[in-house]
């Protein structure tokens, strides 16, 4: 069973920069699109950053300037570089990945990580 792991949230003061890192748990055969989102209490999970397997990327505008989104090709990692962090950066930040698990002539399936959470700090 693919998970996708997440690492790298945490807690961090206000213009801070925090680095999250999103990995398939198995060895997989390939990756297409990957995004991050995130959550605020309460609130519906918010598309905040795309990257497909061209390596377009495209923005929420709330962070657009601020975030950074790559890839690993090698690793089949997606990073999300998060620099000049606000307070109402603070929730919980999950990833989802379009994976192939063994070949080419395989479908893609989404998998999601269990979300890591960030928090700002004024």
């Known amino acids: 069973q693919v998970q996708l792991v997440e690492s790298g949230g945490g807690l961090v003061q206000a213009g801070g920069s925090l680095r999250l890192s999103c990995v398939p748990s198995?060895?997989?055969?390939?990756?297409?699109?990957m995004q991050w989102y995130r959550q605020f209490p309460g609130k519906q999970r918010d598309l905040i950053a795309t990257i497909d397997s061209r390596g377009t990327r495209t923005y929420a505008d709330s962070v657009r300037g601020r975030f950074t989104i790559s890839i690993d090709n090698a690793k089949n990692t997606v990073h999300l570089q998060m620099n000049n962090l606000k307070s109402e950066d603070t929730a919980v930040y999950y990833c989802?990945?379009?994976?192939?698990?063994?070949?080419?002539?395989?479908?893609?399936?989404?998998?999601w990580g269990q979300g890591t959470q960030v928090t700002v700090s004024t």
């Open positions: 198995v060895s997989i055969f390939s990756v297409s699109t």
């Open positions: 989802n990945a379009d994976v192939q698990v063994r070949a080419a002539s395989d479908n893609y399936f989404r998998y």
